[in-house]
């Protein structure tokens, strides 16, 4: 997959990263980001000179099982011959075709969802003093990262070419101070187009293949603790790794630091000759100035120990004081179950067994320089692809936007249908105008109201002249035999039962007069209240005059009639021989009223809403 | 503290943040128009509250006032509230003495009245007092009284003495009588009107 530089703009790398987070397992499967050694499923390959050891493990079921044979593969190369440019396609698909039988396989303890693949380089390892400029340098990343990119700058060498192999840096474990802090060390770089088409098969069918290529050898270094029986064995020693076509001469100093490595080629048998084991060891003691070095020699192609003993006889014979060790690295305990006895697939895999002091220099060298990737890009490179918190990030974000639009699209249809819901609602059509008319209708109406209120009460009748004439009429009929004097008729508001509110109204009628004898003996009975009261209501009723009847606990009426005897004065009007039958005269007064509560009681406060 | 990778500045950029800041515009924009909306429905929905208790309260009041024709009557009132009493009352009472002749009714004084009404205890409500005197008979008084107040709905009587007449040379039998009345006439003032 071609990524794009970490300097692109923003919106080119966010859309790279939607990209692989859509077509890619990347971000579900943390596979893609671990070791090869950390995967459950791991191939591991040895590679030497003579021999291609091939093993596949499972790591949860800690189970080594027969890897497929790697057949012999070829290379293309570019025009001018001298560098390989990648494998030719018939190895190319012949890889992938291995690939495939692994990840469909099942018996290596289910189908796997991730391939691990380690290739342990054992064929040859070159090495070379760094350039005195970095060779004092502590910040063996820094240097790593210059041999990765510029290894003719690190090693101060222009004659150094990129196709002659890849470069890394190795530091001297437990060296702290000097001039020399560190070695650049070289394998094939062959196995790196290997490598690369594993990885390319990964990624086109989205499985995590995680391939890496390590030096066998420095895995061996960092695995001396567990290789020797007991590692005081390795304190001021001389380490010699012997491997099919070159032996690894490794001086360790009293405090267990790595003083210097260096490989020794065999030049036509598949190991060092006794006598040259003499001179290597003799002269890397004497150019390191160790005296009596314990001498360690350690097979990693399973050349037995008794073999191994007659390599050390010649040095042994000229120092019978030296104190030595040899170790066939195919015939320990924890390598018997392991197809090919390999150390290094024990090693990578974490299944030595061995207590070991994790505090020596060559334990910790494992942890980063021993058993670092060849094939690794330069981080530059490495920085192109999205890690995995990033895509996870991605990931949790689309969820989170995807929330919100579905949030969004509840808010816009909740809020769409209370807005058409609020639209056709009446409350909503009410034209503001149509408002404001009902408004002043009502205001008209009340208004018209309260005039009613107070207009009804004002106007109604309650006390009309024509009726208090009528009145007298009906009280004296013309019927002869009485001549009124005078009448006089009053109205006024009555005081006992008023309230702030109210008050009822009084009306009087005072008549004085003479009666003939024959009818001033019936005019007595106008002295009885029950009498007038009667004739008054009978007047009310007849009239429609319903202010005027005394007819409920609200009406009253009081009557005064006094008589006397004498004839009444004569006049003009009434010459003596008239006047002289009106022998009785007669005063009657009758007050009728109606009070603060009836129902004819004037409203004093007529403003006054009702 | 390690500065972010490009990718993760990126994704912060275009997956988090603008997204954020888009959904924030939105979910802003929308809460703050359904705030708009709700607040003008609101107003809505008091104004119709409104229109809706006017709408019921008119309906019962038309039909109140539209009970033996208050409303006709209510405009009647004001109408004769409305005239200038004085002129009003003079030219009814000239209209209705037309009918009769001198001799059988006429008046003999007009005048208003300082003072206080007896009816009326309240000074709230406006009124004017009025005297009339008169000369004739009963019943045609009677029946110029009965036509005026029809006429003049507003007046009460408050007061009336009839004496026979006592300067005039009378013949036996013909009867004529002395009015002295006084009115009361309500009227419009302004801390009665009901608009007040």
């Not at chain 1, 009555?494 to 009087?508: I, N």
């Amino acid at each position: 997959m071609e990524l794009l530089e970490t300097s692109a703009n923003p919106l080119q790398l966010f859309r790279q990263a939607k990209k692989i987070l859509k077509n890619t397992s990347r971000a579900s499967n943390p596979d893609w980001y671990r070791r090869a050694n950390e995967l459950n499923l791991q191939w591991h390959i040895w590679i030497g000179v003579e021999r291609v050891i091939s093993v596949i493990h499972n790591k949860s079921q800690n189970e080594w099982y027969e890897g497929p044979n790697i057949p012999q593969l070829s290379f293309e190369h570019d025009e001018t011959g001298d560098n390989i440019v990648g494998l030719d396609d018939p190895s190319r698909k012949t890889l992938q075709e291995i690939l495939r039988q692994i990840l469909k396989a099942k018996e290596f303890g289910g189908k796997p969802k991730s391939l691990g693949i380690v290739m342990h380089l054992a064929d040859a390892l070159r090495v070379r003093d760094l350039d005195p400029d970095f060779a004092a340098e502590d910040d063996f990343e820094n240097v790593n990262e210059l041999l990765l990119s510029a290894p003719e700058l690190a090693l101060g060498d222009d004659s150094v070419a990129s196709s002659d192999g890849v470069w890394r840096v190795l530091p001297l474990f437990g060296i702290n101070e000097g001039e020399k802090r560190s070695v650049a060390v070289q394998v094939a770089g062959s196995f790196r187009h290997i490598s690369d088409v594993f990885r390319d098969y990964g990624e086109i069918r989205n499985i995590p293949i995680v391939s890496e290529v390590v030096s066998g050898t420095l895995e061996a270094l960092a695995g001396l603790p567990e290789l020797v029986p007991n590692d005081k064995c390795l304190v001021s020693s001389l380490t010699l790794l012997q491997y099919e076509a070159f032996t690894l001469i490794a001086a360790i100093g009293t405090r267990g630091e790595l003083l210097m490595v260096r490989p020794l080629p065999h030049r036509s048998e598949p190991t060092l000759s006794s006598a040259e084991t003499n001179d290597y060891i003799s002269q890397t003691a004497a150019l390191l100035n160790m005296k009596a070095p314990k001498i360690v020699l350690i097979s990693m192609t399973g050349i037995p120990a008794e073999e191994l003993e007659k390599l050390l006889l010649v040095y042994k014979e000229l120092n019978s004081e030296a104190e030595t060790y040899t170790v066939d690295s195919s015939a320990l305990p924890f390598t018997e179950n392991i197809p090919g006895h390999q150390f290094e697939f024990a090693f990578s895999t974490g299944n030595c067994g061995v207590e070991v002091n994790k505090d020596s220099p060559l334990f910790q060298a494992r942890e980063r320089w021993a058993t670092q990737d060849f094939n690794s890009p330069p981080k530059a490179e490495l920085a192109k692809m999205p890690n995995r918190g990033d895509l996870t990030l991605l990931k949790f974000a689309g969820i989170g936007q995807k929330v919100g639009i579905v949030a969004l699209l509840g808010l816009v249809g909740w809020s769409g249908t209370e807005y058409v819901t609020k639209l056709n609602s009446e409350a909503w059509r009410l034209e503001e105008s149509s408002a404001a008319e009902m408004q002043m209708t009502f205001a008209k109406l009340q208004k018209e109201r309260k005039e009613w209120d107070y207009y009804e009460n004002l106007f109604i009748e309650r006390s009309e002249g024509w009726l208090a004439m009528e009145t007298l009429l009906d009280i004296f009929p013309e019927k002869g035999g009485i001549i009124l004097t005078s009448a006089s008729y009053s109205a006024r508001a009555e005081d006992k039962t008023a309230t702030a509110s109210k008050h009822g109204t009084t009306r009087q009628w005072s008549v004085s007069g003479f009666a003939n004898p024959e009818v001033a003996k019936e005019l007595s009975s106008l002295g009885s209240r029950t009498k007038v009261a009667e004739m008054v209501s009978d007047i009310a009723e007849k009239n429609e005059a319903d202010y005027l009847s005394v007819n409920s606990d609200t009406r009253e009426l009081y009557v005064n009639f006094e008589q006397k005897r004498g004839t009444m004065p004569t006049s003009k009007a009434f010459p003596t021989r008239v006047a002289r039958y009106f022998r009785t005269g007669f005063d009657l007064t009758i007050t009728q009223s109606f009070d603060a509560n009836d129902e004819f009681a004037l409203n004093t406060t007529p403003s006054e809403d009702k | 503290m390690k500065e972010p990778s490009k990718h993760t500045q990126a994704i912060l950029i275009f997956s988090v943040a603008i997204p954020l800041l888009i959904a924030a515009i939105i979910f802003g924009t929308a809460f703050y128009g359904r705030g708009k909306l709700t607040t003008v429905y609101q107003e809505r929905q008091d104004r119709f509250e409104k229109f809706q208790y006017a709408e019921t309260a008119t309906r019962e009041l038309e039909a109140e006032l539209a009970v033996e024709g208050r409303k006709e009557k209510i405009a009647y009132w004001n109408a004769k509230l409305d005239q200038d009493f004085v002129p009003t009352l003079s030219d009814t009472i000239d209209r209705i003495l037309r009918k009769y002749d001198e001799e059988v009714l006429r008046q003999t004084s007009m005048s208003q009245l300082p003072g206080g009404s007896s009816i009326s205890k309240t000074k709230r409500t406006a009124y004017n007092l009025v005297s009339l005197g008169f000369e004739g008979g009963f019943k045609p008084m009677q029946l110029l009284m009965a036509e005026l107040e029809e006429e003049m709905p507003q007046m009460l009587l408050e007061k009336m003495t009839v004496t026979p007449m006592t300067n005039q040379t009378a013949t036996e039998g013909t009867g004529k009588l002395n009015f002295n009345l006084t009115y009361l006439s309500w009227k419009k003032r302004e801390s009665d009107n009901p608009e007040s």
